[in-house]
């Protein structure tokens, strides 16, 4: 079946640190690829997103993710976490390319930072 | 751009009860979907339009409940004789087609 997974529903750093947040897909076709943040009792913000071309996308808020297709992966970085990083992160894909760009999520990871 | 805007943003109501929810999309976009979130988990995908027309529905949105967006703009989710798992947070998105969504602050239904 067609999913995303995000390895690890909690993860916690301390502040300077790198955040490195783990996201897998399960797809015949390479999909479209999405991190989103959302803080409490917020709606999702789009970090960044991967359609086609350079694999390495950098979104907002220093965040950077790579696409590795051998890998059916699509990780999400930061060099150096700032407390206002904490806050809850998903991976999301168009798995479905027919189907209106509905997207599926993964399970989403906290993100605690520690000062 | 406003942003996508729900309305309420919280809901109390008791069991078997019927609700109504709206989303405001952003002008422009003329595609809006809606997700459901529950605690802890991600969102999963409920519905969509492209402008007035709903083209798809998730085998989660059963009978009861029920979506329209009748001039292609806002849209209303409503669930009728709702039940305790029906408590979530109910999120709507819009965008142009290929685009990235963009998504309101959601409404959380709350089931006594």
């Known amino acids: 079946a067609q999913s995303v997974t995000q390895l690890g529903s909690h993860v916690s750093v301390s502040e300077g640190a790198l955040v490195l947040l783990r996201c897998n897909y399960s797809?015949?076709?390479?999909?479209?690829l999405f991190w989103y943040v959302q803080y409490p009792n917020q709606g999702l913000q789009l970090l960044l997103k991967?359609?086609?071309?350079?694999?390495l996308v950098k979104g907002i808020n220093g965040f950077e993710a790579e696409f590795k297709k051998s890998e059916t992966s699509f990780h999400l970085t930061k060099p150096s976490a700032h407390m206002s990083d904490a806050a809850e992160y998903f991976c999301a894909a168009e798995l479905y390319k027919a189907a209106g760009n509905k997207l599926t999520f993964g399970g989403g990871t906290r993100v605690l930072v520690k000062p | 751009d406003t942003g996508v805007s729900q309305d309420p943003r919280h809901k109390i109501t008791k069991r078997g009860q019927n609700v109504t929810f709206r989303c405001d999309p952003i002008s422009e976009h003329n595609r809006l979907y809606w997700y459901r979130q529950t605690l802890g988990q991600g969102p999963e995908f409920l519905t969509y339009?492209?402008?007035?027309?709903?083209?798809?529905k998730s085998r989660l949105l059963s009978d009861r409940f029920s979506a329209e967006r009748p001039k292609g703009s806002f849209s209303t989710l409503e669930i009728q004789r709702t039940e305790q798992g029906d408590s979530a947070m109910y999120l709507c998105?819009?965008?142009?087609?290929?685009?990235?969504?963009?998504f309101g602050d959601g409404t959380r239904l709350s089931i006594l």
């Open positions: 339009f492209q402008n007035e027309a709903q083209l798809e």
């Open positions: 991967y359609t086609t071309g350079a694999t």
């Open positions: 797809s015949s076709v390479p999909p479209y």
């Open positions: 998105a819009s965008s142009l087609p290929d685009q990235p969504q963009h």
